[in-house]
């Protein structure tokens, strides 16, 4: 054959290899994307302005300003730390973010007086105080992202990162109710006018933990014992691990008063679990477990009360809140009126009556902004969730190490898991809960720990999409191979 003959888009006249596709960096389509939301987040505070104030201010700009020059911020950090990282995950956390930051300033406006609106600082009020926590939050994402350069060096902790988790979980639980109940729900430490919640952080310390412990143990949790209806189901000594985080679980129920913490942090090791074995069995197992506690603490509160009474209160108010709708069933029936009165389209941005329901800052943020945007926009809300879950789950399958495939599937799952557990409550699908919706709630320890939670995602979607020769822009990564070491443990690759 002729040079002539060979085209020029050839390799061989290329400078490439057959089986190499170009890795791009993808950095300007991450902040054409973050122009976008804040957009939205800016038009979003216009609308409540021009609803509640009658008037739009010349200063209506000025919150959507302060978020765009904080995630800016985050996006260079990314552009030059972690180049390779996936383009839709920070601006999609940056809408939920700002769009919460927009809401819970419509609350201070719509609390505040008529001659105090137009003149209410950016930083003022409970939406300044999110907007601080915001800042700080993505100030401790960008130094976790400095500090860990690859996901696979922090199992090097991952023991201590266990002892952490079950430490953090276990504090609330032993503190008087005074230092750490609210609601009813012990998930708190509070001393003087300083509350935190360490479950939130518990929950990456744990999946760490989970993830490093599984990928060492995942061929003997692999093992089957006996075939029914079509399923493996695990030896009987291999069930261990499983029943202490499920007795862990129950003790959270329990002891700290709350079925969607308990839920969240048996959930995301059976999942878990589920991912680095493949065996249904164990969600099975896992699911039949979890029911059947929750189904003895019911009863157990029914005819024995004390520690398990303020479960079964719960309980019986999920299964009828409008048995006392002005009492203990206030705040789900609130809840479901802001719903069924949003409809379809909502009220408009500002035009609904949010101050009528109870913790609607914190654990009802989904309903107050539901009666304004309506069910088409919770929708559009529920499916920037998905997306966010959806690129974590890629990135879990994307990455060539079993450590880094774990720990981003586990802390996907837990993501859309705690969505679930918040939207399930207030639509009466599940008890009610209390956890906060990512992103959206009023609260610093949730924001940290999820911007913490987006950090260690980016960083593991930046290994996988990263070249197998580094560097940065544009290079050439082979589009297979075999998958990278980690550090001490097995290098199987869990098929997705």
């Keep these: 054959m002729t040079a002539a003959a060979i085209p020029a888009s050839s390799p061989a006249i290329a400078g490439e290899q057959p089986g190499v596709r170009l890795a791009r960096s993808r950095r300007n389509a991450e902040l054409a994307l973050l122009l976008v939301a804040m957009v939205l987040v800016a038009a979003y505070g216009a609308m409540v302005e021009a609803k509640v104030l009658d008037t739009v201010t010349a200063d209506f700009w000025m919150p959507a300003a302060a978020l765009t020059a904080v995630f800016l911020g985050l996006h260079l950090v990314i552009r030059f730390l972690a180049p390779f990282a996936d383009p839709a995950l920070l601006p999609a956390v940056a809408l939920l973010n700002g769009l919460g930051v927009g809401f819970l300033r419509r609350l201070d406006l719509g609390n505040a007086t008529p001659a105090e609106r137009e003149d209410l600082a950016i930083f003022a009020g409970t939406g300044g105080r999110q907007l601080a926590w915001t800042l700080a ?3 401790l994402a960008a130094g976790l992202l400095a500090l860990m350069r690859d996901h696979r060096s922090v199992s090097r902790y991952a023991y201590t990162l266990g002892l952490a988790g079950i430490v953090l979980v276990m504090i609330p639980a032993v503190l008087p109710s005074r230092f750490s109940e609210i609601n009813g729900a012990k998930l708190w430490i509070r001393v003087g006018g300083f509350s935190i919640q360490p479950g939130e952080f518990a929950k990456l310390a744990l999946l760490v933990f989970f993830a490093y412990y599984l990928v060492r143990k995942r061929e003997v949790l692999s093992l089957a014992s006996r075939r029914f209806l079509g399923i493996d189901f ?48 164990w969600l099975l ?179 996988a999409r990263r070249p197998v020769g580094g560097g940065g822009g544009k290079a050439a990564r082979p589009s297979g191979g075999p998958p990278e070491q980690l550090h001490g443990a097995p290098t199987e690759v869990i098929r997705p």
Excluded at 306 to 322: H, T
Excluded at 364 to 393: K, N, T
Excluded at 450 to 461: D, E, K
Aim: no cysteine; net charge negative; charged share 10%.
């Design 234 to 281: 695990p030896r009987g000594r291999d069930l261990g691990p499983v029943v202490v985080v499920w007795l862990i679980s129950v003790l959270v129920l329990v002891f700290e008063k709350d079925l969607g913490t308990s839920l969240l942090y048996f959930g995301m090791f059976v999942v878990t679990l589920y991912i680095a074995t493949e065996r249904v069995s």
């Design 137 to 139: 939050s993505v100030i």
């Design 285 to 463: 197992i896992g699911l039949v477990l979890f029911f059947g506690g929750v189904y003895l603490a019911y009863v157990l509160g029914e005819v024995v009360g004390g520690p398990f009474a303020n479960f079964y209160l719960r309980a019986q108010i999920w299964l009828d809140p409008f048995a006392d709708p002005y009492n203990d069933g206030y705040q789900l029936v609130q809840g479901l009126l802001a719903l069924g009165t949003g409809g379809l389209f909502g009220a408009g941005p500002g035009g609904g009556q949010p101050g009528l329901l109870p913790e609607v800052q914190n654990d009802f943020i989904f309903a107050g902004i539901g009666e304004e945007i309506g069910l088409f926009g919770l929708s559009a809300l529920l499916v920037v969730y998905l997306l966010i879950v959806e690129r974590g789950l890629r990135a879990a399958l994307a990455v060539r190490d079993s450590f880094g495939k774990l720990l981003a599937g586990g802390l996907a799952f837990t993501l859309g898991l705690q969505v679930f557990v918040i939207v399930g409550g207030i639509s009466k699908l599940i008890p009610l809960t209390g956890q906060t919706t990512p992103f959206l709630s009023a609260g610093g320890s949730s924001l940290m720990a999820n911007w913490l939670l987006i950090a260690v995602l980016l960083r593991i979607s930046d290994g």
